[in-house]
């Protein structure tokens, strides 16, 4: 523990930033967006359909963009492109807050989703895995607070302003876009002060590894074109994909399972309370744990919990079900996103991070924008609650299965035979 508050009290400006960044990406989270579900259908006559199919067009618009724009990261000065995506994500924010018609609500959702859920989610982990070498997962760890930050505080905030009448939902993004120029963009601008002399570090240390120095998981610096071509990288993408896939659907679909389970909406808040809590703290006590015993080692594990909540949900109608779904996602995504950040760059090396997470990023992205589609084609077609969380379980279970063939065979790549996947 000594060592730890050591690390975070030594690193703490840029941890700080990680935080920050990941905070920011809220205004172009699902849970946000959607706070404003009734207003958008009222304001611009939009059916249940119509909405939830515009929220997915932005979305997989921006899984498009984000392979290219995520792997500027690598290239463009991290003060100059955290500026740029902080000014981006405040131009669409005031977008919302103006639009006069449905299409301009479309160009915003693909602003608030590219430069806020995936561009600041990239950066701040990226920025993570990639200067912190030797307690990386440790400071995925931290940074990721940022996101919790968002999920427990953001909803209750805005709610009780929409509910209380003290701003209009106009007014609510044009404070969004506010916050961002005044006080995000100056406060990131500080914490980065001095990142020229990391970024140098950086850089001796990646052509120390290229010439030989570094270890056998790590020494190869792997392009975007290679991993396209590594078999093992699809067989841990699956599993990178079950949280977003799986919570960005059942988060959309909320209301309507609640409904139909018979939990009533001040149960849901307090699940979302205890969710964030679970967040948190599985993501600082995992962090050091991933660091100590490697990612590659845990990947086939940080799904289980996920898949014992979503059975928990298929196969009971009490209410202590939803709890266990929540607080097995929020272990999930905690530990979740320190395993599978770290292993990107344990694996695939750090010199083209950039580009490697901004192409899983986008794939994510493009998941999470096909979830709520299809979960609502099923419960449309008439399908239980139940019976769609039996799929899900099967579908975290495949993952699972995946994973660990894909874990098994990096190890036998780090002892320095083929990496194929078993048939």
């Not at 405040?90 to 806020?116: D, M, N």
């Not at 289980?304 to 009971?316: M, N, R, T, Y």
Request: with cysteine; proline share 3%; hydrophobic share 55%.
């Amino acid at each position: 523990m000594s060592g730890y508050l050591s690390f975070v009290r030594e690193q703490r400006r840029f941890l700080a930033f990680g935080v920050v960044v990941a905070l920011s990406s809220s205004f172009g989270q699902t849970f946000f967006v959607s706070l404003f579900a009734d207003e958008f259908k009222a304001t611009f006559a939009l059916s249940n359909k119509g909405y939830g199919g515009l929220y997915s067009l932005a979305t997989l618009c921006s899984a498009a963009c984000l392979t290219w724009a995520g792997r500027k990261l690598d290239t463009v000065d991290l003060r100059w492109f955290s500026a740029g995506i902080a000014v981006a994500l405040a131009i669409a924010c005031f977008g919302v807050a103006l639009a006069p018609h449905v299409v301009v609500l479309g160009v915003c959702f693909l602003g608030l989703r590219l430069f806020g859920q995936g561009l600041m989610s990239h950066t701040a982990m990226t920025s993570m895995a990639r200067y912190f070498e030797a307690r990386r997962a440790t400071a995925m760890s931290v940074a990721a607070m940022g996101f919790a930050l968002g999920e427990g505080l953001l909803p209750k905030l805005v709610l009780a302003l929409l509910v209380g009448q003290w701003l209009s939902w106009r007014e609510l993004w044009a404070v969004n876009g506010v916050a961002l120029l005044a006080l995000q963009l100056p406060l990131v601008a500080w914490l980065l002060r001095g990142h020229v002399d990391r970024h140098t570090a950086f850089e001796a240390r990646t052509q120390a590894q290229a010439a030989g120095s570094g270890q056998a998981l790590t020494r190869r610096q792997w392009t975007r074109g290679e991993v396209l071509r590594d078999p093992c990288f699809y067989g841990i993408l699956p599993a990178a994909l079950c949280n977003g896939f799986v919570l960005t659907g059942v988060f959309f679909h909320q209301i309507f399972v609640i409904d139909a389970k018979g939990w009533s909406k001040v149960y849901l808040g307090t699940c979302f309370v205890v969710f964030a809590v679970v967040r948190v703290a599985t993501s600082l006590v995992t962090g050091p744990w991933v660091d100590r015993l490697g990612s590659v080692r845990l990947l086939p594990t940080f799904l289980l919990p996920l898949w014992v909540g979503i059975a928990a949900v298929g196969a009971s109608e009490h209410p202590l079900a939803l709890m266990a779904l929540f607080v097995g996602s929020g272990v999930s995504i905690g530990y979740g996103a320190n395993v599978v950040g770290a292993m990107w760059a344990d694996v695939y090396g750090v010199q083209h991070l950039g580009a490697i997470r901004s192409l899983a990023t986008a794939v994510a992205v493009f998941a999470t924008s096909l979830s709520p589609f299809l979960m609502g084609a099923l419960f449309d077609w008439g399908l239980s609650v139940s019976w769609v969380f039996w799929a899900l379980a099967g579908y975290v279970g495949f993952a699972i299965l995946l994973v660990t063939l894909a874990a098994l065979a990096l190890h036998r790549r780090s002892q320095g035979a083929p990496a194929t996947l078993p048939e």
